[in-house]
């Protein structure tokens, strides 16, 4: 019986040592060791990619902003939130998508008047309405639109400024993003980073 209740005694004191182990190692060294590699090798990313302008942060390049008015270009639709692009906390409701499938009715219908609308707005054909400007992202929060959907908002937001569309064409291809190491996505405009630049034309 004595030896039975030390075999029991030893196994659990090597479990426990291995449980205080592991959680050194797993629950605080790898942790921190994370940490440390997201400071010092991608300190922006790992502070959020922030935004700043006139010395202050206005947004993130991470996560979407609602932008309206002629004189701004605009994001994609966004259905999280009840106003769009609401990234959760303060009692906001947080990111999604409408789930609904591609041959969903409702979607359909969506769909053909965000066409016409965008189209409308920026006086173009219907057909060359890009996807990215009537369909939302899984996330509601895409920060980033297609260099297509970017160059149909060209004159519109030249005209609401009262400057060249070649002057706004050109930042538009300053903050045309290409494919990640050259073979992942697609290019990508960062929308808030284009309209702070545009902000600054007049």
């Known amino acids: 019986m004595t030896i039975v209740r030390t075999g029991w005694i ?3 004191v090597a479990a426990l040592r291995i449980l205080v182990v592991l959680t050194v190692i797993l629950g605080l060294g790898y942790p921190v060791a994370t940490w440390a590699v997201g400071q010092v090798l991608f300190r922006n990313h790992a502070q959020g990619s922030p935004v700043e302008s006139d010395g202050r942060v206005v947004g993130s390049r991470l996560i979407g902003q609602n932008f ?4 701004w270009f605009h994001p994609r639709a966004s259905l999280a939130g ?5 990234a959760g906390g303060d009692g906001a409701d947080g990111s999604g ?5 591609p041959s969903n009715p409702e979607l359909v219908k969506a769909i053909r008047a965000r066409r016409a609308a965008v ?3 920026n006086g173009v054909a219907p057909t060359q309405v890009p996807p990215d400007a009537v369909t939302a992202s899984a996330s509601g929060l895409d920060p980033d639109i297609s260099p297509e959907y970017a160059a149909i908002q060209v004159n519109r937001v030249a005209k609401a400024r009262n400057v060249p569309a070649a002057d706004v064409r050109r930042l538009v291809e300053r903050y045309t993003y290409g494919r990640q190491l050259g073979v992942l996505g697609d ?4 929308v808030l980073e284009l309209n702070l630049a545009v902000a600054k034309l007049g």
């Open 68 to 71: 309206t008015g002629a004189a």
């Open 187 to 190: 290019p990508h405009v960062n």
């Open 82 to 86: 009840a106003k769009g692009y609401a």
């Open 119 to 121: 189209a409308r707005e």
């Open 10 to 12: 030893r196994q659990h």
């Open 97 to 101: 998508g409408s789930n609904l499938g």
